[in-house]
């Protein structure tokens, strides 16, 4: 079977997967078969990336590493809206939903209409920077068969796969918070699982015992719950005995 050859947009080095860079670690060559031109993207892409952002999404990706069943997502807040959201897509049924081939990671931005942070002027920040082209755009209707140059702003979603690589997710969440959303870092805060957190506050949190805590919770009220119906059921069948002796 023949093995097709990439050349990965950041370092040069040859690439024979869709993955990440086997050399660099870079998602780009992610987008090197899209004939995307990501130049402007790569050499402007080194002073951009936050710590602070660097080491929560670090956590985040670890997080859906060791929890590939899991559907959690991690949304960075201003002004207690949401600005953009990492999303696990290792779940099977999200790969298959959303036609992913790569497990991991992918950030997604949505037009204020639903929920997101996308105006109509912070619309047109995205799409003149360079960090428009590493995203791909989509209706936020389901089954919507128009090509997405075709799809207005507010009806718009994008999104980027980042399979594993917490330095360019981090790297493409900085540069927007920056270029496009135009923010102060000491402003924003986390949310994960539906806890909100500062970044002061960061190093405190762990999304293990978080997501384990979620998990112990919805057991129990499955739990509660099916021992309500077994009751009711119980209740119903007494009720048709007695009347069938009536």
Same mark, same amino acid.
């Given at each position: 079977m023949d093995v097709k050859t990439i050349v990965c947009p950041n370092c040069g080095a040859s690439a024979t997967n869709f993955h990440n860079c086997e050399y660099c670690g870079s998602f780009l060559v992610q987008r090197a078969h899209e004939d995307v031109d990501l130049t402007d993207y790569v050499k402007s892409s080194s002073k951009y990336v936050n710590e602070g952002i660097l080491k929560e999404v670090k956590k985040f990706i670890e997080f859906v590493k060791n929890n590939p069943d899991s559907d959690s997502s991690l949304n960075i807040l201003y002004k207690d809206r949401d600005i953009i959201s990492l999303e696990s897509n290792s779940n099977p049924i999200l790969m298959e939903a959303y036609d992913l081939e790569i497990p991991g990671v992918c950030i997604c931005l949505l037009p204020e209409e639903y929920e997101g942070i996308l105006n109509k002027k912070m619309t047109e920040r995205f799409e003149n920077s360079s960090l428009y082209n590493t995203f791909k755009k989509e209706s936020c209707y389901a089954d919507d068969n128009?090509?997405?140059?075709?799809?207005?702003?507010?009806?718009?979603?994008?999104?980027? %796969?980042?399979?594993?690589?917490?330095?360019?997710?981090?790297?493409?969440?900085?540069?927007?918070?920056?270029?496009?959303?135009?923010?102060?870092?000491?402003?924003?805060?986390?949310?994960?699982?539906?806890?909100?957190?500062?970044?002061?506050?960061? %190093?405190?949190? %762990?999304?293990?015992?978080?997501?384990?805590?979620?998990?112990?919770?919805?057991?129990?009220?499955?739990?509660?719950?099916?021992?309500?119906?077994?009751?009711?059921?119980?209740?119903?069948?007494?009720?048709?005995?007695?009347? %069938?002796?009536?």
């Open positions: 128009r090509l997405p140059s075709e799809i207005p702003w507010n009806e718009s979603q994008y999104y980027v %796969d980042f399979g594993f690589d917490h330095q360019g997710a981090a790297l493409v969440v900085s540069q927007f918070l920056e270029d496009v959303v135009q923010l102060k870092y000491e402003y924003i805060k986390y949310s994960f699982e539906g806890l909100e957190y500062s970044p002061k506050d960061a %190093d405190n949190i %762990d999304f293990n015992s978080i997501y384990l805590n979620r998990l112990n919770t919805r057991t129990t009220k499955e739990k509660k719950k099916s021992w309500i119906w077994y009751v009711v059921a119980a209740i119903i069948l007494i009720i048709y005995l007695i009347l %069938d002796l009536l």
